[in-house]
């Protein structure tokens, strides 16, 4: 549901500015104003059906939480096995986009038109003038972005990834909630001058430390959780959803913002730990296939929708561009994404295994 977030943020600012920022603040009191779809999606809490940007923050305590917990299920960790798997997941699906989008530009010759919004033109600029080598090798340098500006998250997941076994291990020894205070201050250092929200630097890097390390001690700390949260009535866990939407939908515009976005994405895993009908809405069918494919489509519908609209598509397509979005979107999990998971875990076993100087206990790892 967070990568569909972000797809149809991006669909959304497609539209030109005139039309989806029409409506402002001192025009709400008029009823006229509210009967424009963009009126609702700016000031009600349907935001939240856009907000890409705290849907990222979703991804990334997220990460933390499925990465802790899949190594507290282990008995015994190797770093050189957990590398392998996160590159297969992250990497290899990364660069065959990459390369594909590279390829479609170059064939297409997406162009800016007057027709098209200022956030979109500017995309295509950007496209004009890229470093094939800086985004496969993931430099974050602005020309290693640009062929599909959605990848700044994938840089940050890999860097933090090649810490996430240290930490984890930290955390066993001196426990989540000190570890998890200390990652704080680490990324609050990080956040003084940053030098943009997007930069794609390593201090970038260390801001968002502190939610995939929030993310791995509601894992640790998951069955406290849930015991708590079964104990709640129904109201309250009502509130807590609350509060959860209102931290989500905070300003995005400072980095400082990202502080109380993050908790609210920290909540909002916490409440899905505990069986309710959320849960259970997300574990039926459609949803389980969306979450299936939603690295994939996070991945693969920025390049088609910029190929397409600038080459001449009218926005009029928009639903069957996202038609096709979904298509390519799964053939791309069953071609791409899953193969390669297959194949790390088999170069895995021939790999011995380097025992870190950490090791689950089997309480935990049974549990």
Known sequence: MAALCVVLNHYVQVVPETVRQAAQISDLSQLEAWASLWTWLRF?????????????????????FVLFASLQAQPRI?????LIKRFSRIYVPFAVVII????AYQIAHPVPSAASSEWLNGLLMMTMTYSLPAHLLMTGEPDGMTLNPVIWTLIHEMRVAL???????????????????????ISVMASFSMPGFLSGSWQNTFHFLWMFVAGGALAMHRMKIVATLNRLPRMSTLGLWALAAALLLAGIDRVWSDLLV???ACLVIALCLSPNLVTRTLNTGLPRWLGRISYSLYLVHLPILIVALGAGAPLIALPLLLALTFVVSDVMFRVVEAPAQRLASSFAKWLPTIRQPFQAPAATAAR
């Open 100 to 103: 594909a989008a590279a390829a």
């Open 78 to 82: 190797s770093w050189t096995t957990f």
């Open 262 to 264: 993050g908790l609210g």
């Open 163 to 185: 810490f996430i076994p240290a930490i984890f291990a930290l955390c066993r020894a001196a426990g989540a909630v000190k570890t998890l205070l200390l990652c704080t201050m």
């Open 44 to 64: 009600t809490p349907l935001r939240l059906m856009i907000n890409g940007q705290a849907a990222v923050m979703v991804f990334f305590v997220l990460s933390g």
